[in-house]
T-cell receptor
Framework: GESVGLHLPTLSVQEGDNSIINCAYSNSASDYFIWYKQESGKGPQFIIDIRSNMDKRQGQRVTVLLNKTVKHLSLQIAATQPGDSAVYFCAEVSGGSYIPTFGRGTSLIVHP | KAGVTQTPRYLIKTRGQQVTLSCSPISGHRSVSWYQQTPGQGLQFLFEYFSETQRNKGNFPGRFSGRQFSNSRSEMNVSTLELGDSALYLC???????????FGPGTRLTVT
């Protein structure tokens, strides 16, 4: 599972590889999911979102997969670049109110 | 177009004091949300304002409050500061719904 504070799970990849970052969410009633990227010293940056009526959504170099059966979300980054190095968070939202719950994050390190 | 700006960027306060943080959203954005980020608890949603009204609220004590002005600028206030309030406070704006938000760089608050 994910660690607390500075001891985030870390994924190290080589430049050009594909990266897969995983997230387990907690609420089976969640119907909207978001991935964010946070670089050191900056606020989170929206990457991609997906609604619960979808299993897959693609963006530019990124794909989000949603498995509602096991409450699992993944973010795939194609041809990972050094600029992709950051902490990646998933967030889940349930119901009509926007009250997001965030995962602890995964640190992605891309080696040139 | 200018991004979300937050002032001040860094702040040091003493226990028991109060603090006000400011957020200027992207021009044309009417939804402003506030978040607290700590190593221990990760990223947590505080509240969201739209058209000067609090539309959504997270699970934080009443010491945390906010408001939004007619120009969509927002402030959050924390009264009777505790050591545990030391955190990065992030503001995010979006056009209308709180989805696909743009985050500011945050205000780093240290309570001593």
């Amino acid at each position: 599972g994910e660690s607390v504070g500075l001891h985030l799970p870390t994924l190290s990849v080589q430049e050009g590889d594909n990266s897969i970052i995983n997230c387990a969410y907690s609420n089976s009633a969640s119907d909207y999911f978001i991935w964010y990227k946070q670089e050191s010293g900056k606020g989170p940056q929206f990457i991609i979102d997906i609604r619960s009526n979808m299993d897959k959504r693609q963006g530019q170099r990124v794909t989000v997969l949603l498995n509602k059966t096991v409450k699992h979300l993944s973010l795939q980054i194609a041809a990972t670049q050094p600029g992709d190095s950051a902490v990646y968070f998933c967030a889940e939202v349930s119901g009509g109110s926007y009250i997001p719950t965030f995962g602890r994050g995964t640190s992605l390190i891309v080696h040139p | 177009k200018a991004g979300v700006t937050q002032t001040p960027r860094y702040l040091i306060k003493t226990r028991g004091q109060q603090v006000t943080l400011s957020c200027s959203p992207i021009s044309g954005h009417r939804s402003v949300s506030w978040y607290q980020q700590t190593p221990g608890q990760g990223l947590q949603f505080l509240f969201e304002y739209f058209s000067e009204t609090q539309r959504n609220k997270g699970n934080f004590p009443g010491r945390f409050s906010g408001r939004q002005f007619s120009n969509s600028r927002s402030e959050m206030n924390v009264s009777t500061l505790e050591l545990g309030d030391s955190a990065l406070y992030l503001c995010a704006s979006s056009f209308s719904s709180p989805y696909e938000q743009y985050f500011g760089p945050g205000t780093r608050l240290t309570v001593t």
